[in-house]
């Protein structure tokens, strides 16, 4: 499957942005989706996944009660809506997906090009 990754831009903090992740196939029932990021100079970090069923959600610690991810009623995108951003949000932000769900472990098997979100007054 392929993805691409959109909605990247420059916000300022406690600003609202919402990142979308087209896919190629339908993902309901095949595939759980994630959202990773990567900052200037620092490894690739876990932000969110959803689950094969869209059941169950998973977020890393630093985004909980911001970020909500979710897929589209087509499905064929998944999405992070991003609340209350903070300057540390600043990254390039890709949307990940797989059969199996890896949740943090970043060894998902398929990955969009990546969008840069910065937050930044």
């Known amino acids: 499957v392929q993805l691409q990754a959109s909605g990247g831009g420059v916000v300022q903090p406690g600003g609202s942005l919402r990142l979308s992740c087209a896919t190629s196939?339908?993902?309901?029932?095949?595939?759980?989706m994630g959202w990773f990021r990567q900052s200037q100079g620092k490894n690739r970090e876990f932000v969110a996944a959803?689950?094969?069923?869209?059941?169950?959600?998973h977020y890393a610690d630093s985004v909980k009660g911001r970020f909500t991810i979710s897929r589209d009623s087509t499905e064929t995108s998944a999405h992070l809506q991003m609340n209350s951003l903070k300057p540390e949000d600043t990254a390039v932000y890709y949307c990940?997906?797989?059969?199996?769900?890896?949740?943090?472990?970043?060894?998902?098997?398929?990955w969009g090009q990546g969008t840069l979100v910065t937050v930044s007054s």
């Open positions: 990940a997906a797989d059969p199996i769900y890896y949740t943090e472990n970043p060894v998902w098997d398929y």
């Open positions: 959803i689950s094969v069923s869209g059941a169950s959600t």
């Open positions: 196939a339908r993902i309901r029932g095949k595939y759980a």
